[in-house]
């Protein structure tokens, strides 16, 4: 088993004597991508051509995220799941969206260029039923200079067939070793929470050539009709995330940053500076605002102040000096 290399000093509570004269430094690296700070988006949860028709250059100027990561592409347009597709649970929200998108040529024809023009580094998330879909996914996005890095979505709880990779290594290493050789751009495996052993295809995906990993995605769940008690979800069942998952995606992301040496996007019901430090402490290099996106637009941008806040009270200069729990 290979133990996350610690990072170089620190030590619990800060590592500099006497007050914080300056703001700290929040730089994150996530593979070769040089981010401003370590607060991105959870895919799927923020529509930044939504909000660009509403803020305009408001928004470019005050960007809440690091990165972008895009809504999950599949190749074929997708009308996704028939409605009702979202349930407010006592504390979070399960959605059964069922990918609906573009499909791969509407999305280079019609969104990238709006979201090219975004102030920050482009993530565009994939999803195939099957590798050859995968790899027409990464071959056809990866060539275009808007692209920064790719996630490979193997954890969409809401569709019937495929996004099965993320459940088995021995699948996850299957998918790397098809679409790993078609670009030199960075891959982030978007891992599920719903495999028994996520620390297994972490490591599978390592292997594989994967430059991140992030998680985690929904936990699979089927809220009830309180009238009738039938499935209230058009489709029956979803994906369950918000602060209710927020435990679960610590011991997973815990598991996952001991098991392998990638950087790691850590989510799950991050609503504060002091929920993306949790993750930090556990293991994340980066963290994702998901779920409070819906509620709080601007919450990415509130996360990365109170965690500035946070590390200037404990006297941490540098995100990057914080020590990790093991
Ligand atoms: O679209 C969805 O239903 C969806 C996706 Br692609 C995903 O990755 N995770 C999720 O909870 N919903």
Redesign the pocket.
Known sequence: MRRRPRRAGGRPGGDLAGALTTAPDLRATLASLELAHPVLNG??TFDAIAALRVFGDELRERFPFSAFVSK?ITVEPRAGNPPPRLWEAAAGMV?????PNKGLTGFLRHDLPVLGTLPVPLVVSV?GFGHDEFAQLVAGVAERDEVAALEL?V????VKSGCVMGDDPRETAALMERVRPLTTKPLIVKLTPNASDVGGVAVAAEHGGADAVSLI??LRARPADPESGRPWLGAGSG?L?GPAVKAIALEQVNAVATRTSLPVVGMGGIRSGRDALDFVAAGATCVAVGTESFRDPAAGERVRAELAQLLAKRRVARLADLVRVP
């Open positions: 895919s799927g999950t959605n059964s969206i069922g990918l999803a979505n954890s969409c709880p809401n995605n929904t994906g995330s």
